[in-house]
């Protein structure tokens, strides 16, 4: 496979009349997607090189994934942008971005002139998709490709300040998503209920096994995990038989006993991931589909969605710690103990690393985070082995082999199922007037970021401000004015005396 429009075609070729994705409002059949894509993607070529980025500032619709496509026939890759995003993260994007153009809709358009800069050109897919697909531009663009080329850019948490834009390459998508499907027996019968955003890497699965397979994805809007029987109408409804979601949106539904209204019983397959699931709402759900799957996947943005996979075979009794378990046959995936040493032994912490064909092609426009983090193979004979990917997890291995999740090396958190950077909560705050020092910490248990400061600004004054500056689920839960920061001896800033609550 030289690239992911050869798992499309193919899907249209065989299943022309099937249906592969669809929105509360329309659908798309797999031939016109196909058709549908070609035409953008033909407008998108004119304006963009080969190669270049595309912003989709669009909702998650049947019209996003087809200017997805559109991007991909262009010779382009694709990132999608949040429209929830305050401005100022959006500009930050943008920056290291440097898209060829921006792609919107009508509903769309009028936010994006306000958030994207002058200089910034804005297209509406509307105008996309009204010309006619040029075949000769096309192919042009289709034989100058490679599996190497950039397929996709997912922004994620910097701990500067500065999200991170992580680059995968169609040859990493070809790599992964088949050993997942087959992982998980998933065949063309299959029906995926997505529910992450375009922007998250989780919908990566549910998007490309799609097309691989030639399957049919059913795209839930945001607002139904905010009304549970609007959701479980939906669930019933479209009758899926796949849900690949992040654990937020599972504890979503049991904690606000989604099942006491309805239980969507197609379901055979249920892969979570972004954060530990609570053993209590694991078991609500497996009580609600005891004829189901599950299955915790792990695995960062980096690595091209998961690394590792854990089938549950049994109860788990609250306090236990659900395995991230081990490699998709694709992964190499290991331990990196403090002194250098690999770690194979039971209950020894260690680093995890990442290597083999899903490995990212690094930072967009980044080239010092990525020399720190994409690194040759510290195991590997000279010449051999490749570059692996440093995650900044501990874990370790049980007796039975499995590989456990333990906590983050620096202060990167999983929060609400999203990846969080503490240090970019800290700069945002440190950017507000009043503000000396800041620092966040987060409190595990509760799952709360709480954030501790010195100045002279207000606690209500510095929320606000920092509602302003980034997402909301980056935004403290709890803010504290304090008079002194406490420090080590070594002068950094003492993290265990803010978590103890040791301060004044």
Known sequence: MQNVLDWLEASADARPDKV?????????????????????????ARSAGARQPIALFLDKTTRAITGLFGAVYAGCCYSFIDLRQPPQRIGKIVETLQPALVVVDVQSAPLAREAFPASVDLVEIESLLAGEADEGLLDERRQQAHPTDPLYINFTSGSTGTPKGVAVSHASVASFIPA????????????????????????????????????????????????????????????????????????????????????????????????????????????????????NVYGPTEITCNCTYYKIDRAFEPGEVIPIGRPFAVNDVFLVGEDGARVTQPDVPGELYVGGPT????????????????????????????????????????????????????????????RIELGEIDAAAHAVEGVTRACCVYDSVRKRIRMFYTGTIGKKELSAALHEALPSFMTPNTIRQISVMPLTKNGKIDRSKLESGEVE
């Open 359 to 418: 490995v990212a092609l690094g930072y967009w426009n980044d080239p010092e985070r990525t020399a720190k983090a994409f690194v040759p193979h510290p195991f590997a004979a000279e010449g051999e082995g490749g570059i692996v990917y440093k995650t900044g997890d501990l874990a370790r291995y049980d007796e039975n082999g499995d590989l456990v999740y333990l906590s983050r090396v620096d202060h990167q958190i999983k929060h609400m199922g999203q």
């Open 180 to 295: 997942f499907d087959e992982t998980f027996d998933l065949v063309a019968d299959d029906v995926f209920a997505n529910q992450a955003p375009l922007d998250f890497d989780v919908s990566v699965k549910d998007v490309y096994s799609a097309i691989y397979l030639g399957a049919t994805a059913h795209l839930i809007p945001r607002d139904y995990f905010s009304v549970p029987t609007q959701l479980l109408d939906y669930l019933c409804e479209r009758r899926p038989t796949v849900l690949v979601w992040a654990v937020s949106a599972m504890c979503f539904v049991s904690i606000m006993k989604g099942f006491d209204y309805k239980v969507p019983d197609t379901v055979r397959l249920v892969a979570f991931s972004g954060e530990v699931m609570p053993v209590k709402q694991l078991n609500v759900w497996r009580e609600a589909l005891p004829r189901a799957q599950f299955a």
């Open 20 to 44: 592969a994705f669809a929105d509360t409002d329309s659908q798309l059949t797999y031939g016109q997607l196909v058709q549908q894509a070609r035409v953008a993607g033909s407008a998108i």
